[in-house]
């Protein structure tokens, strides 16, 4: 355990690193502490998205704790997909890839009832074609999503998204334009990763985790045209709002899936 002697009304002190040391009037169980530390680094850009963080006892010793109070803050922020370790290389700032969006974003699956081998099964990453991008103003279930003013500047985006060729879902998205100021046509589609990873790369904004609602609906003339199917068709609807630090909604995404041959499939486990 490193001690630390604070001197009344003296601010803590911040280490080359950028890390502040921990208040002892700080409330709230001491790995709590260290975790909203380790998140307002990250969160401010220090370390960037894939790089890698000081070592544990760099750390402890920067915030004033132990290497096992620290490790709890640390599993945590893994849990939460801020942080990744990598055995025998270091605790790295998770980045969005192919394999992150597949494991936490994208659920669609070709139908398979229950296959004995599901977790050994390669999923398939969906080919991504942009069909639509245009800016409007943010109408009330835009603004109540994204938690801005009705009319305020957005950014629509319409997607395609095929596995094995086969159109199987409508993506509409909306952003705000101030939040993502420079979003231009050109690089969205010409983008070397995911959709997520270009919100990381080229604006400071990670998304963590999505709420999701789902709903049936009918396939109207827009997704009839977009998925080769016929008006009216039942379809599954899935509203998204992606989230990044402090639940802040950054993303607000409509999925219409075609059902017909494939599943929206979730992963339940013990929390």
Request: with cysteine.
């Amino acid at each position: 355990m490193v001690w630390l002697d604070y001197t009344a009304g003296v601010a803590p002190r911040t280490s080359s690193h950028g890390l502040q040391q921990l208040a002892p009037s700080a409330s709230g169980p001491l790995f709590r502490q260290a975790k909203r530390e380790l998140q307002r680094v990250v969160e401010s850009g220090r370390y960037g998205p894939g790089e890698t963080l000081p070592s544990e006892t760099v750390i402890a010793t920067a915030l004033g704790v132990s290497i096992g109070t620290l490790r709890k803050a640390v599993d945590e922020l893994v849990h939460e997909h801020v942080l990744v370790r990598r055995q025998g290389k270091g605790t790295f700032v998770a980045l969005h890839n192919d394999a992150r969006f597949l494991f936490q974003f994208f659920h669609v699956e070709p139908r398979d009832e229950f296959p004995v081998a599901d977790d050994l099964r390669e999923r398939e990453y969906p080919q991504v074609e942009c069909v639509g991008f245009a800016r409007g103003r943010a109408d009330e279930a835009e603004a109540a999503a994204l938690r801005i003013r009705p009319g305020d500047p957005v950014v629509r985006i319409a997607n395609r998204l095929s596995l094995a060729g086969r159109p199987v879902v409508h993506d509409r998205l909306v952003v705000a334009a101030q939040t993502f100021r420079g979003l231009s046509e050109k690089r969205f589609r010409e983008r070397p990763s995911t959709i997520y990873n270009l919100y990381q790369t080229d604006h400071g904004i990670t998304v963590l985790r999505a709420r999701e609602r789902a709903r049936a609906r009918s396939a109207d003339r827009e997704t009839a045209r977009i998925l080769g199917v016929a008006v009216g068709l039942p379809v599954l609807e899935v509203h998204r709002v992606a989230l990044t630090f402090g639940d802040k909604p950054v993303e607000y995404r409509i999925s219409t899936i075609n059902t017909a041959s494939h599943d929206y499939v979730s992963l339940l486990a013990k929390g």
